[in-house]
């Protein structure tokens, strides 16, 4: 019985959504509220006289309704059809449709009333009935169209048997918007059975026909009311923390978890089912609101050339991704790696050619290649993210982190110089403060030669911005795990009390364009990471959440790490002067003639330069 009702339900949707059923539905809707005027008028003159105590009442009145209704329904329709609400001019049964009858019967009373003061017969139409037919009637007709969206609404709601029962964490917003989109949707995936909110206030409402059941402290007795089998986290600005607390409750009662993306990632754009998404470790490390000045971003970057180096990159990819929306005149990606190319290219625009001018594939070594391209495209920002980042591998090949890291920004750095480029931000990472890699020497150093040309160029601004790990970069400790998860283990973790810093590209990458309005020449700017987390508690909770048994191994700290790194060095002071997020140190410059441009001991040199005063 129940398929049979849900193939009814599948047909009535289809016939709904019918080109000639809305035809006939805007007819029969005329059809009623012809009806309803005709009945409210008639009613309305009883009314009149009954009160009156008129021991004939339709009589008294039977003359002039006959004779007045036809101008009564005349003027109605005239003016409804004028006004739009006989020409589908707004949503069916919709607030703005409301307003339209609103208007409509306003018109159409005050013409009425008019029209009256012209009728000389010997049985008038009395004022009084006008006005009271006219609220009556729009009372009448407003309910008929809500009960026909009742209707549509039933029809179209998904059904349990083809539906996963979901809660709905938060009834602000997007919780509201996401479940009435679920609701009008038969196909959907997930039919809402109940809120969760931590607020009081919103506790035995009932949103869109749906309960809010209490708080997060209610999710057990909630799941066992409903039957839901997965809870939807609905609030877009949830940090990591709450979206943990939230997503083991959850799990302790084998529901599944699903989120909606970071509030910075909706871009002002409806809410679909499309972006219920699964939790990733992402949500439960490093997931912040970051609130930006898109003015400030937008008086340096909108109608400008803009060259990223590394475009093809965690960070660089996701830079272009971002400069895109501010409609740069230009945006130049560079990169060595023509597959990374064709990623970003195609992730921006859909379809990657490789065939315009917006891609670049160059060596930032190759000072001859880069100073042409900066001569003939002549950029006037420049994001520098081109790095090589692994820290055990440099620690074995120090040459090549001197070249790319150190010789390739100052090629970066001279080109710019040389035309003219009005902002130039090199990005670094926490590792440059107090050194003791060779990333993080290499590292410090470009810090170091970006501030001497912030210092003596006067053409345009040049700062670093320092941050620490990334969350699902390419050789981050996150994604190691997984592959080790995948691989059935172990998880291996270098030292069980090893803390490092994270936050996710998108945050990363709003706060390192917001810093390019606010940084002065010759600063650091220094990125606020939040709390540092344990890395070994991190292994705990993926293992946890993979549901496998996997062992967690402690091999031991690699060369050139740190128990806990930090991101400011000795000396440093921690002030943010422009953005709560984002702090500005001064860094000691380098003279570009310090730098040697081949070595062959690459270590001790970058160690020199870093001593260096």
Partial sequence: MTGFSDRVRIVAERLLRSPRFVVLSSIAQFVID?????????????????????????????????????????????????????????????????????????????????????????????????????????????????????????????????AAKILVYGAGEGGIQMVNTLMRNPLSPYLPVGFLDDNPDTHRLVISGVPVLGGREQLAQARARTGATT????????????????????????????????????????????????????DLLGRRKIVIDLQQISDYLVNRRVLVTGAGGSIGSELCRQLARFNPAELIMLDRDESALHEVQLSIHGRALLNTPQTVLADIRDATTIKHIFETRKPEVVFHAAALKHLPLLETYPSEAYQTNVLGTLTMLEASAEVGVKVFVNISTDKAANP????????????????????????????????????????????????????????????????????????????????????????ALVLDMGTPVSIYDVAKQLVANSGKNIEIEIVGLRAGEKVHEELFGDGETDIRAAHPLISHVQVPSVATDAVPTSTTDAKQLMIDLVASP
Wanted: with cysteine.
């Fill in 231 to 282: 809870l939807l986290i609905a609030i877009p600005s949830a940090d990591s923390t709450l979206i943990s607390d939230i997503s083991a409750r959850a799990r302790a009662f084998s529901m599944d978890v699903k989120v909606l993306p970071a509030v910075q990632n909706l871009n002002e754009r409806p809410l679909d089912t499309s972006d219920i998404r699964d939790l990733t470790d992402e």
């Fill in 436 to 523: 003791i890699s060779v990333l993080g020497y290499s590292k410090r150093i470009a810090e170091r030669i970006t501030a001497h040309f912030g210092n003596t160029v006067s053409t345009g601004k040049y700062m670093s911005v320092r941050f620490g790990n990334v969350l699902g970069s390419r050789g981050s400790v996150l994604m190691s795990f997984r592959d080790q998860i995948a691989n059935g283990g172990p998880l291996t973790v270098t030292h069980r009390g090893v803390t490092r810093y994270f936050m996710t590209i998108s945050e990363a990458v709003q706060l390192v364009i917001q810093a390019g309005a606010i940084g002065k020449s010759g600063e």
């Fill in 34 to 162: 012809m009806v309803l005027w005709s009945l409210t008028a008639i009613a309305a003159s009883y009314a009149r006289f009954e009160y009156q105590g008129h021991h004939d009442p339709f009589g008294a009145t039977q003359d002039s309704v006959i004779r007045v209704l036809p101008v009564v329904l005349v003027v109605h329709a005239i003016v409804g059809y004028v006004v739009g609400i006989y020409r589908r001019r707004w949503r069916y049964g919709s607030f703005d449709e409301v307003g339209g009858l609103v208007l409509a019967t306003a018109i159409t009373t005050s013409i009425l009333l008019v029209l009256r003061f012209f009728d000389n017969s010997i049985n008038p139409f009395p004022r009084s009935v006008i006005v009271l037919a006219g609220f009556a009637g729009l009372c009448f007709v407003a309910c008929s169209r809500y009960l026909w969206r009742l209707i549509r609404e039933q029809i179209r709601r998904p059904s349990a048997l083809t």
